[in-house]
């Protein structure tokens, strides 16, 4: 009986195990710009509390996102850095990292529909360009300015009745059910072991 307590043990912990992904993991704009291989000097910019924040979902590699960290890095950080931390999340290496964009997205009723995707306050930029510069410094000064700095993040975190994501609850389904199932069969097992 012992053994068929431990057998049964080790395969509820299995899926347990196999599911647990590892959570969603943000970078600071030093760290970013370094995994990117951008130089950098931040000479005008420090990670500070009160401070509007940008979150950005990138992929490694991709040349838009490398565009903006570019503008980041000089002129944004130059003449905004007292104004806004840059918060960045990887998305086409950290699964859970790309659910919390599309979350994110839901959340804001937005399409992110790749990357980079940037977001401050409750304004959304999807892809970069150049031409957006004007529009993200208005935004992140705007923000700044304003008595109420909007962060969705926060928004999401103090609001329960934040939207899940889809995915987020079919996975919780199927868990569930493997669950349920490998005790069904264990149940089973242990009755005709007792006959």
């Known amino acids: 009986m012992k053994k068929i307590f431990t057998i049964m043990l080790l395969v509820l912990l299995t899926p347990a195990m196999v599911f647990a992904a590892p959570g969603t993991k943000s970078e600071t704009l030093k760290e970013t710009l370094e995994s990117e291989d951008i ?7 420090e990670e500070e509390e009160g401070k509007v924040n940008v979150y950005l979902f990138r992929g490694q590699g991709c040349s838009h996102c490398h565009e903006f960290l570019e503008y980041v890095a000089s002129d944004l950080a130059e003449e905004y850095g007292k104004y806004f931390n840059l918060v960045s999340y ?17 959340y804001l009723e937005d399409d992110a529909s790749g ?16 031409s957006m510069n004007a529009e993200i410094e208005t935004a ?4 700044y300015d304003s008595e109420k700095k909007y962060d ?3 928004e999401m975190k ?35 072991k007792k006959k």
């Open 39 to 45: 130089e950098y000097k931040l000479e005008n910019y």
């Open 90 to 106: 990887e998305v086409w290496n950290n699964k859970n990292n790309a659910s919390l964009m599309q979350e994110i997205s839901d």
């Open 115 to 130: 990357v980079p995707y940037i977001i401050i306050g409750e304004e959304t930029f999807n892809g970069y360009a150049e």
């Open 140 to 143: 992140i000064k705007n923000l």
């Open 152 to 154: 969705v993040f926060e």
């Open 158 to 192: 103090n609001n329960p009745k934040a939207k899940k994501s889809r995915k987020q609850d079919s996975s919780t389904v199927i868990v569930f059910i493997i669950f349920a199932s490998i005790a069904v069969i264990a149940l089973i097992v242990t009755s005709f």
